[in-house]
């Protein structure tokens, strides 16, 4: 059983540059949510995807958009970086939705805004 | 407006001896909270959770304690060993639309002495 994985581990971009971030989850897992952590600060929610569609949003605005696919990997895009968009993004997978799933997150994306 | 609450961003305790990682929450609506612990250079990693209409469960050396009245809730890890030195976080888990979302703490970074 594969774990969560994520890539690429480290990136910089320049302001108002275009990312994606993706995220391969752990076998048999359906659904999968993105989190930034800020530094300094705990994850914080930006959405979930269920069997390819996003089902739940935090308040983060429209630049942040994702994509699920069949195999339930997925891809975090945000568009016109701003500098405060400098965090580590995790990606979580979990079998299903709802509190008792126990979600397993990955190693993360150190994304540097310069 | 911190819905999660960790108040001690640090917590000294020497091998063999209780660790007792607390964390505060506002919002009455989460229906579970979690621990999770984090090393460097990982995601963090599920280690315990609690129902919002229980108010303990144990699993091994980790025993979470919720007290719904005071909207506080306690990990005890006994005895602690070097290996758990880490960063806890405290989450709790709601619903966001049909997304469990998962709001977390900022965390509480342990360190087991010898």
């Known amino acids: 059983e594969t774990g969560v994985t994520q890539s690429p581990t480290h990136l910089i971009k320049t302001r108002g540059q275009q990312v994606t971030l993706r995220c391969s989850s752990q076998?048999?897992?359906?659904?999968v949510s993105w989190y930034q952590q800020a530094l300094g600060q705990g994850p914080q929610f930006i959405f979930q995807?269920?069997?390819?569609?996003?089902?739940g949003r935090g308040n983060f605005p429209p630049r942040f958009s994702g994509l699920q696919f069949p195999n339930y990997s997925s891809e975090l895009n945000v568009n016109a970086l701003e500098l405060d968009d400098s965090a580590l993004y995790l990606c979580a997978s979990s079998k299903k939705t709802g509190g008792d799933a126990e979600a397993f997150f990955g190693q993360g994306t150190r994304l540097t805004v310069v | 407006d911190q819905q999660v609450k960790q108040n001690s961003p640090s917590l000294s305790v020497q091998e063999g001896r209780i660790s007792i990682l607390n964390c505060d929450y506002t919002n009455s609506m989460f229906d579970y909270f979690l621990w999770y612990k984090k090393y460097p250079a990982e995601g963090p990693t599920f280690l315990i959770s609690i129902s919002s209409i229980k108010d303990k469960n144990e699993d091994g050396r980790f025993t979470v304690f919720l007290n719904k009245s005071a909207k506080h809730l306690s990990l005890h890890i006994v005895p602690s060993q070097p290996g758990d030195s880490a960063v806890y976080f405290c989450?709790?888990?709601?619903?966001?639309?049909?997304?469990?979302?998962?709001?977390f703490g900022t965390g509480t970074r342990l360190q087991v002495t010898l």
């Open positions: 995807y269920y069997r390819e569609e996003e089902n």
């Open positions: 989450a709790a888990s709601e619903w966001a639309g049909t997304a469990s979302k998962l709001t």
């Open positions: 076998s048999g897992h359906n659904t």
